[in-house]
DNA sequence: TGACACATACCAACTGGTCGGTATGCTTTA
DNA sequence: TAAAGCATACCGACCAGTTGGTATGTGTCA
């Protein structure tokens, strides 16, 4: 993940929608989600990008480093599709912002499970054991994630108060968990419902923390 | 699995401590824990059991036939270990057996995560979207540890009521969610610590559940 | 009782195909 | 013209699954 690519202003126009290297991170986070890492082959991902296979391994070394290069692209594009494009993160009171990210996510959990489902957790159940830097990748993702709600989580507490031994960065990886949870009971049942009605009684939680103590 | 084998007298010593497909079912749930479904071959599957691929494929018609086979004998696992040993189970009041179930589930977050870790839960991530057969084996390995979950729940419930709108089966999903999101993160963090947090907030809802309406 | 027919359990060697990765050359752009 | 960006062709290793075979039963009937 070379820094200075995304710090300079590329001479060439940003290669319309998307570059190689771009195109080959988004066909491995789509079919990774699909049928999952190991079951993923480079040829896949490089016919889903449309390059062939010397395209991927002159932007990539190996397999496992497009996973870690992927795992770093989709911190960001959580981040965005979540922290900064929906509407609800303007909300002003971050109690009702905290709720408003839960709704959110609930929303989320409908079609095929693939387009909801997070890659980074779907992938590091497969490599945690075999490539730590992958797994150390995962890890970051979902550690930033965490760490972005938290500080939300953090504001609402400053507020309202929260019961007694609860802190804001453990209630936001209770959240990650759920949803994580949620997502392989969907993926089990074949449909998001049972997952939906996971994240309710997270909702739940959320509220009687805030407003029982 | 021939019945009458158990049942009479056997000339040959009683095929040591399990046959040879028992024991490929052990490694297979074992190899598939570590690193995944897909990652796991068939020669490493023989190896752990310490038979050859003539008998894998003597007892199973293909590799998706020992997943499936091996997540029903996952579910009778999973009921041994957390529904019949474990001497919380014998607790007279419901809802102090269910708080004993989860401060149980929340022991076992210790060690390397592929001795605490949920086998058919790893598998249906990878297979959801491959394999209908191995989802929905999966898929039934979950509804009976929930279902049953769910018995102590209910019972619960009719002696001490719960918040309105809070079904058995449903809190019962929202438990294994938790475990199977707990799961994930222990994975990527490289140490359960976050996980046992995670339980520790849904023992926290439970109780609040039971006890403020 | 014994022997024949058959089933079960298992094994070593092999097959066609796919895997991640490499070697090399062409083509565009700065 | 030199490098970056990519394509074609290929490699050895490994994959799930097949083959032909052996050893050890077990049920049946003369």
Redesign the interface.
């Known amino acids: 993940m070379p820094p200075s690519r995304a710090s300079k202003a590329s001479p060439t126009p940003p290669p319309a929608a998307g570059s190689a290297r771009e195109k080959l991170i988004a066909a491995a986070i789509a079919t990774v989600r ?6 993923t082959s480079v040829d896949e991902i490089c016919q889903g990008a449309g390059v062939t296979k010397g395209a991927f391994f002159h932007h990539f070394a190996s397999k496992e480093a497009l996973a870690i290069a992927a795992a770093g692209a989709w911190t960001d594009i959580a981040e965005q599709r979540i922290f900064t494009l929906p509407d609800w993160n303007r909300i002003p009171d971050p109690l009702e912002r905290l709720l408003g990210h839960i709704d959110f996510r609930l929303s989320m959990l409908d079609g095929p ?2 387009d909801y489902t997070c890659f ?3 992938m ?3 490599s ?3 490539s730590d830097p992958i ?1 150390a990748a ?2 970051a993702s ?1 550690r930033a994630y965490a760490l972005r709600l938290a500080e939300d989580i953090q504001q609402a507490i400053d507020i309202y108060g929260i ?1 007694s031994g ?1 802190s804001a960065v ?2 936001a ?2 959240i ?7 997502f ?2 969907a ?4 449909h998001p419902v ?2 939906r ?2 994240v309710m ?2 909702k ?2 959320v509220v ?1 923390l805030f407003t ?1 103590k």
Not at 176 to 182: S, T
Not at 187 to 190: D, E
């Open positions: 699909y049928k999952g890492f190991s079951a499970a693939e980074v957790g779907t590091v159940q497969e945690y054991n075999s797994r995962c890890d979902i019961a609860v453990s209630l990886y209770h990650q968990a759920v949803l994580q949870g949620a392989i009971l993926k089990a049942n074949g049972i997952a009605d996971s009684h997270l739940r939680y009687m029982q």
